[in-house]
């Protein structure tokens, strides 16, 4: 049985929090890439990922982002794992999206997730993220097939990572 005890309060936030997606970025995961918090908090101050990588910035529907984080349980200890989910509208679909789709599919991704108040936070970095729902249908409504509804899932053995701030993941991100 693991030895593991609860030390710390959880502190309430008492300044104004203001809740959804500013910004999705997303890079191939790769068991090689390194985020590290060298303070003593647990804020992620440095990172780099593998081969040159980037995080490639996605073009989404405004207040169609969202992510999160769920407790998947397990008849044991050793079988629970945290659910990370990344989700948004790509605002139109374009020959660029139809091109990469199978990219898109079967890859695994890490994705950086900006709230509106400006907290980043890093989705997927255990095993990556895949794929779980690509989809653009007609309906009857007016503008239907305007985009493309994109899921991402994987289950991770840690919490998602929490980033010191925007300047951290800067000259990560690539040039649109």
């Not at 590290?36 to 490639?56: H, N, P, R, V, Y």
């Not at 207040?63 to 794992?81: E, F, I, Q, W």
């Not at 660029?96 to 890093?122: C, E, H, P, S, Y």
């Amino acid at each position: 049985m693991l030895n593991c005890k609860i030390s710390k309060p959880i502190n309430p936030i008492c300044e104004t929090s203001v809740s959804g997606v500013l910004k999705i970025w997303a890079a191939n995961w790769n068991e090689a890439h390194t985020f590290t918090a060298s303070g003593d908090d647990c804020l992620i101050d440095t990172i780099e990922l593998a081969d040159g990588q980037k995080f490639i910035p996605i073009d989404f529907q405004d207040n169609s982002g969202y992510a999160n984080a769920n407790l998947a349980a397990g008849g044991s200890t050793d079988s629970k794992a945290i659910a990370h989910q990344v989700g948004f509208v790509i605002n139109r679909i374009n020959c660029d999206l139809l091109g990469d789709w199978k990219n898109w599919l079967l890859g695994r991704l890490i994705f950086a997730v900006m709230t509106k108040n400006k907290q980043i936070i890093i989705f997927g970095v255990d095993n990556g993220m895949q794929s779980t729902n690509f989809d653009f249908a007609t309906g009857t409504a007016e503008a239907d097939l305007q985009g493309v509804t994109v899921l991402f899932e994987g289950n991770q053995h840690d919490a998602p990572l929490l980033v010191k701030d925007q300047e951290v993941i800067r000259a990560l991100v690539a040039e649109p």
